[in-house]
């Protein structure tokens, strides 16, 4: 079964409104790169509110090992998730299981860093370029990915009701990552999107 993540929650309801949906996991962005970017405080409220078997993600992309502690200390989500342009061992300081976001966005020529992250537990490969923040809803040519990545393979990237079933289907992902697709406008989600795309990927599920 492919896990699922919503990303970018900036309300407690849609956040819960996910878990009800049958997501797997929420992500919470703090980096100051992003539209989507909730204040410490809220972050811990979206963090505290989810259920168990839930896992709920802290997004950064280059920002002070001191605002990852803090966040850490204080919202206690399960996982990080690195967009910029972190090292494997800077993101292993912080003793918390990680997440690395890869941009695919360059093509072919994004394929080495899929190897420089050996301590990550997934890698989440996105459709922006390098140097670029994620939530963009761009897509990228799913047949680069190498078959061997297994459970470490997150695909994210322009996924959306639309076209997460032929994602599934083509990439046979560990999971599927989702922002902008099941949104009405940055950081809003959109209640009929988020159950479309689950829908769409528990049907994707059934053919595999
Ligand atoms: O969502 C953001 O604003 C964001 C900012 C900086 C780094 C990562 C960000 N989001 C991540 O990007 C993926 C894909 O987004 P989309 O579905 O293409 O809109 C998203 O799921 C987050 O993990």
């Known amino acids: 079964m492919t896990r699922i993540k919503c990303c970018g929650m900036t309300r407690v309801e849609d956040a819960l409104l996910a878990a009800r949906l049958g997501a797997d996991a929420i992500g919470v962005v703090l980096t100051a790169r992003s539209k989507r970017r909730v204040a410490l405080d809220q972050a811990a409220s979206i963090v505290a509110a989810m259920p168990a078997f839930v896992t ?11 605002l990852v502690r803090q966040v850490l200390r204080d919202a206690r989500p399960d996982l990080l998730q690195f967009h910029g342009d972190e090292t494997d061992a800077w993101c292993q300081q912080f003793g918390q299981p990680f997440l690395k976001a890869v941009a695919m ?6 394929l080495p860093a899929l190897q420089a992250y050996p301590h990550a537990r997934g890698l989440l490969l996105d459709g922006h370029g390098a140097g670029e923040a994620g939530g963009s809803g761009k897509t990228f040519d799913w047949s680069l ?4 990545m297994g459970a470490r393979l997150i695909l994210a990237g322009g996924l959306s009701p639309a076209n997460v ?6 990439a046979r992902p560990w999971a599927v990552d989702v ?24 049907e994707a599920d059934a053919d595999r």
């Open 105 to 110: 966005g360059e093509g072919a020529a994004a």
């Open 145 to 148: 990915i190498p078959p061997d």
């Open 56 to 66: 709920t993600v802290a997004l950064f992309m280059d920002d002070d090992a001191e």
């Open 179 to 202: 922002a902008s697709g099941v949104e009405s406008s940055p950081g809003i989600k959109d209640p009929a999107r988020m159950a479309a795309f689950i829908q769409a990927v528990r």
């Open 165 to 170: 079933a032929s994602a599934v289907r083509e």
